[in-house]
């Protein structure tokens, strides 16, 4: 087995351009904590709501919805309420949620309502 070579990966010259996205998609607890802040959920956004509307207001609000910017974690599952029928799908870490879009990280919903979600195909 080769034994790695100590130092940085690529000589400083060409760095942008072997990983122009360095750390893009890593995951940090201060990126978590900011991100709650400015979390809606599908009750506080109007084209959830009106998608969703087979569910109680307090299912509703168990329901966070990324707000436009919001990179996806590498490797982790979401659902996009314009395309419930599409069932989840993996994050990759060049993905970020946009305007309009209205991405569910499955990791922040109850199990019983996300078995929900993936059973009931958009209205």
Known sequence: MREPIPGP???ERWRD???PDFMAGQNFAEAGAEREESRFNAYDVKA???RLRWLMDDDLRG???LPPG???EQGAKYIDLNHLGRGEF???ANMEAGDGDLYVPKSEVDFE???RLMERPAA
Do not use: F, K, Y
């Open 9 to 11: 990966p690529h000589p």
């Open 17 to 19: 351009d072997m990983n």
């Open 48 to 50: 959830a709501h009106d």
């Open 63 to 65: 329901i966070p919805i």
């Open 70 to 72: 919001t990179r996806l």
């Open 90 to 92: 993996t994050g990759m």
């Open 113 to 115: 309502l996300w078995s």
